[in-house]
């Protein structure tokens, strides 16, 4: 069965997505139990470090160094960071921050999110390329 | 299979549908409109933003048990929905220079996003009055 390219796209996909949403799940219950709810800071947690991770993966795959199978980057990329981040948390946070009529919070938990996690994902970027630089200098220099 | 035990077990039921239905809603839609700007992740984020609106104002009124929100809300919606493409696909139209592009999309999403969150508590309320 395995050997049929769709249930290998499903399943790769799928067991990716199941430890996304766990990780997601634990993560944030841990970070409330941990910092409160005086703001959504497991999603805004989670949401940044998922976006650094998907700016160093997605870029560490495209480069010449590693060579990753198409089902893998589907398992990491697709499967799992599509599903450890999540954006209609995010926006749902948001809306309930303007219900309670936190202004300022709003504005710095639904700005910051997009634009902090834009520039983790940058970093991930960043950090990629240097490592290829690296590998590339030591090991073909 | 109710009990609060379980509910891992339902985030992941939630997780792999989630998952699986943005994966082919992108395929499809970035080839029918070919690509130029992130239709399908934009429509994702948008839909899943309506949806979560509505189930996060009707669930606490019908069960108020953890199950259906763990398995609608924390796997299904959250699986569907994605931020670290978000971020990529910006960060792509950006590279690639187009410049009004990337400020639709990368504006774009969190405005309509919100406003689809509103939308779907609005659609909500005649469920929970009647």
């Avoid at chain 1, 050997?3 to 990780?23: E, F, K, M, W, Y």
């Avoid at chain 1, 690296?134 to 090991?139: C, K, L, N």
């Avoid at chain 2, 039921?13 to 080839?31: D, Q, W």
């Avoid at chain 2, 690509?35 to 429509?43: C, K, M, R, S």
Wanted: with cysteine; net charge neutral; proline share 4%.
């Amino acid at each position: 069965m395995l050997n049929q390219p769709v249930v290998r796209t499903i399943a790769a996909i799928a067991l990716g997505a199941i430890a996304g949403a766990l990780s997601r799940y634990y993560l944030v219950q841990g970070l409330t139990q941990m910092l409160g709810t005086h703001l959504p800071y497991g999603t805004l947690v989670v949401n940044i470090s998922g976006c650094f991770a998907m700016g160093l993966l997605a870029t560490l795959f495209l480069g010449p160094v590693i060579t990753v199978h198409p089902d893998l980057r589907l398992l990491l990329l697709t499967g799992f960071l599509g599903s450890y981040t999540t954006f209609s948390s995010y926006e749902l946070d948001s809306a309930r921050l303007l219900m309670e009529e936190r202004f300022q919070a709003e504005l710095i938990y639904w700005g910051g999110s997009a634009l902090v996690g834009f520039f983790s994902l940058q970093g991930g970027m960043t950090l990629a390329n240097w490592l290829v630089n690296q590998v590339e200098r030591h090991w073909f220099g | 299979m109710l009990s609060p035990d379980f509910l891992p077990l339902w985030i992941a039921l939630g997780a792999i549908p989630g998952a699986i239905s943005r994966y082919y809603l992108t395929v499809i839609l970035t080839e029918w409109t070919g690509g130029e700007f992130p239709l399908g992740t934009f429509l994702i984020n948008l839909s899943g933003a309506v949806l979560i609106g509505f189930w996060a104002t009707l669930l606490p009124a019908f069960s108020p048990g953890t199950i259906l929100n763990g398995f609608i809300i924390v796997g299904f919606l959250g699986a569907y929905t994605t931020f670290s493409t978000y971020a990529l696909d910006t960060s792509n139209l950006l590279k690639q220079g187009s410049y009004r592009r990337a400020l639709l999309y990368g504006l774009g999403s969190p405005v309509v996003g919100f406003l689809g969150v509103e939308g779907g508590m609005a659609l909500a309320q005649p469920f929970l009055q009647g």
